[in-house]
């Protein structure tokens, strides 16, 4: 069994930066396709980065050049560094794990909420 915990939300001002983390707790962490998602209030939840294990990665469209997600297949964690933030950030950010072998299993963590304000 699978679970995610993130970390590393909070309160962050525009053009501001911050960094998420998830753990991944459970066995073969180099076997699972990583990302992150995120849902802003009223809205339905999002791809923003994904990440396979070779370290391939692929952004949403409106946080690219900004948001970098990388992995530590050792520590088993998954990163999201958020720079330039807009208040058009601010959502709950989830981490999701898929294995490889079946990419229609996922898992997801309980979330960190963003708040990108003055």
């Known amino acids: 069994q699978v679970q995610l915990a993130e970390s590393g939300g909070g309160l962050a001002q525009p053009g501001g930066s911050l960094r998420l983390s998830c753990v991944f707790y459970?066995?073969?962490?180099?076997?699972?396709?990583m990302a992150w998602h995120r849902q802003a209030p009223g809205k339905e939840r999002e791809q923003v980065a994904i990440?396979?294990?070779?370290?391939?990665?692929n952004y949403a469209d409106s946080v690219k050049g900004r948001f970098t997600i990388s992995r530590d297949n050792l520590g088993n964690m998954v990163y999201l560094q958020m720079n330039s933030l807009k208040p058009e950030d601010t959502a709950v950010y989830y981490c999701?794990?898929?294995?490889?072998?079946?990419?229609?299993?996922?898992?997801w963590g309980e979330g960190t909420l963003v708040t990108v304000s003055s």
């Open positions: 459970g066995s073969d962490f180099s076997a699972y396709v």
């Open positions: 990440i396979t294990s070779g370290g391939s990665t």
């Open positions: 999701k794990a898929s294995p490889i072998r079946d990419l229609a299993v996922y898992y």
